[in-house]
């Protein structure tokens, strides 16, 4: 629900009003943030699904209703309640995936608590695939000719190969730690989680000679400059522990990537202009998949749980939407 507020002056860390709650639905939260932050979920995560739960909860009390006691058709309930605020469907269901949480929380307390929103879900939400895939040969291309001249662009040609040639995503890539690569075997394993399945996958030769000067040479560079007083800010405490272990390392010492993505493609898009984003990669690199290999075998290599997340990258399918974009385009004349 957005709220306008015109010129008064709001403080950047100050919740939304319905993320506002009270003592004891406060107390209820703290428990349920240390769950999630056990089950290995990243803070903003945290903080998203807690906040959800809590929303939930503050209807249940204007409900009068006790978390223990909801039933299946009170979540029907709290979803009208959604609609009526003008909330969209992917956001209500995204508070109906931490709702079921908080109940897969609250059973390990309360065994015996039935979780009304098991297998809810509102149907007919799209989900939209990149139109702009790239040709798979000007993807070989870009990572053939990439500058990797100092620590951080061999840094970035090892992240934009594993892109390139194993589809991870930026999750992944996140995640990926130094005991994850078996490069005698020549390949990486990239672990799952509760939306993909973990995979082993094969590096090309290039990549194994490219990923072992990586590991052997350049990251403990990085790693040893990180400590090393320079006049660019650095992360107010730095995760040493964590450090030791992430595959790739931020060269300020950040444990998040997402700088770094974004040096890489500002680096990319010099020569590339028409590859924009870690996203359009990976959806080229599965289409490729679909044309060289049979579906399971695409599925595997995506880490999809689902076959039908697959099936979306098949190039018919998206080759019938382009067209489907392209006649409805009002320059074509077709209104």
Sequence with gaps: MNAEWGDIPVKPESKRPEYRFNRETEHRLKGFKAYLTQLGNGGSTVGQKSNYAGYFLQWLENERLQPEDAQYNDLLDFIDHCTLEGQSRKHINSKLRSIRNFYQYLKKQYPGIINPAANLYIKGIRHNLPLNATDYRELEQLYHSFDSGDNRGKRNKAILGLLIYQGVTTEELQRLETDHLKLKEGKIHIPGNRRRNNRTLELKPFQILQLYEYVSEVRPQIIEQ????????????????????????????????????????????????????????RASVITNWLKTCNLRQAQYFAGHKYVSSTERYQSSNLENLQNKVEKCHPLNGNF
């Design 226 to 281: 990180i400590t090393q007083p320079k006049p660019a800010r650095k992360p107010d405490k730095i995760d040493k522990i964590r450090l030791e272990n992430q595959l790739f390392v931020s060269i300020n010492g950040s444990e998040n990537l997402k700088n770094s993505l974004l040096h890489l493609f500002k680096a990319v898009q010099k020569t590339s202009p028409q590859i924009r984003n870690p996203k359009q990669i």
